[in-house]
């Protein structure tokens, strides 16, 4: 993709009322660029906005991203005001801190609703914009638990791993059209991610996990002591974005990468185990 010079860029963003969304939309607003920016609230996008920037060249959009016709919709709406898409960055998501015993069947709906449903929507409605054109650039946000995983966040992980496959084959079927693709993975950040705001609980518990209530109280305490600074994570995806030369993965913070090398470190030890067993289902003469 050739980031556009002569012009400003469209970006269209999802969940942007608060967090690294809002502080994305923030960001290219100041640099004049034009955003479709949905969210479930726009009061709340444009409150948290405030003064702050200019908005002449912002299309606040209520949507929820599990209605498809309401993502087209809001898809239409984006082009039609600003003439076309450059970026699409599916931002919108939630935590949920839990055992995988303790998720009800609806908790898992609504999360896989979200974290996946949600993306594939707007993928749907934006990927033929960007195929005919022949350029642009996708940024899924995923998280570095979408690359590993840790005890308490199984139904999390599951969402951002369905999303990084998803972003995979994408980035392999968009090579021909010169749509560039990525997969963002942020560690810990100081946005509001550990709030009982955006940090879903389970309606009910066992007092088998004692660990996770500990790690859950743990985490809430963590909030404003995050290793990870939303300002400078919102400028390094919109600077790999202008760039458009950077790898399929994009590591947002250093926690973020310790816990990929240990990933890493550990499938490998795990290829080495097998590697003289592996090929015993294999038929003879193959």
Known sequence: MSFPTDRPATWFVTGTSRGLGLELVTQLLQRGDQVAATTRSTERLLAALGDRVDTSRLLP????LRDDEQVRQAVRQATERFGGLDVVVNN????????VEETSAREVRDMLDVQVVGVWNVLRATL?????QKSGHVVN????LGLTAVPGWGLYCAGKFALEGLTEALAQEMTDFDVKVTIVEPGYFRTDFLTTDSLALPASTTDAY??????????LKLQGNQLGNPVKGAEAIIREVVRGDGPLRQLLGSDAHAYAAAKVDALRANLEATAQTADATDFADA
């Open 128 to 132: 033929p914009v960007l195929r005919e």
């Open 141 to 144: 946000v995923s998280s570095i």
């Open 210 to 219: 004692p660990g996770l209530r500990e790690m859950t109280e743990n985490h």
């Open 61 to 64: 959009l209520t949507v929820d």
């Open 92 to 99: 919108a998501g939630y935590g949920y801190l839990a055992a």
